[in-house]
Structure formats: structure tokens, C-alpha cells
């Protein structure tokens, strides 16, 4: 069995604000806007992983919530398993510090509008992680898609 090429993981966080809005980011090295967060590192639990990207990306140090879904998605030749994690309540308090390399601008939209802004696969990942979180599940998904549990 061929060991060389792992599967690409990443972790992210939903952030709100008080008006129940949803963070999305714009990176300045691609076109479309992503949810804070990143690749895991070799070694790095999921949720490492979303604590680093988070505290690099926003300048907030939080220790991510509840998984609200994973979701394995390959992309290309790549497979891809990605993490979505509760971010929390964002207030005027928690002051954010984009990660100027990376990230030219964030702003507070509502569900609709995220799922305009992000591509296809990532909206639909947002979409279930937003529904499992208003349910207390966490989801398994294939491609964005939610799968029953046996």
C-alpha cells in the first residue's frame, strides 16, 4: 500500500455576530471569500489546527466549540478531509487583526449571502454545518452532502 500521498486535512470555525450574521474572509491570493481557517499540520489535532489558523488569521485566540461537521471531499487527484468547528459570539470587544499577507478584508453576512459568496462545495458544507449546529448534531458529509448514519 502506497503511503507517500496523505489525505489533505483542514479545519475551520463559524464566528457570529449578534445578529446571527456569519464571518466570512477574503484571502487576497484567490477570488472568492472562505470562513477562517486552515491546513492541519503534521501532528496537529483538528482542533489545534482551527486554534492556530484562528489566532494567524483574526489575531482572536479561542479555543474552538463543537464540531459541527466534517466532510470528505476530494479535489482533483487530492483527497481532502475538512473539519467545521463552532467559533462562537464575535462582539465589538474581540477586536479582529487580519493576517495582512493573507487577507484583504472580512465581513459579517447573513446565511444567504454566504452561500452566494463561497464556491459551490464550501457553501454546502457551510449550509449543513449551519443546520447542525441550530440541531446540536454533528454532521458527516461526502462532497457537502449530508450522509445518514447506519
Known sequence: MDHSSRAISAAGAL???????????EPTYKPHWEIPGGVIEHGETPSEACRREVAEELGLVREPGRLLVVDWAPQGDQDRVLFVFEGGLLTADDHIRLQAEELGQYEFVTPDEAGRRLIPRLARRVSEALRARESGETRYLEHGVSRPHP
Open 15 to 25: 464566528f457570529f455576530d449578534d445578529a446571527g450574521r456569519l464571518l466570512l474572509v
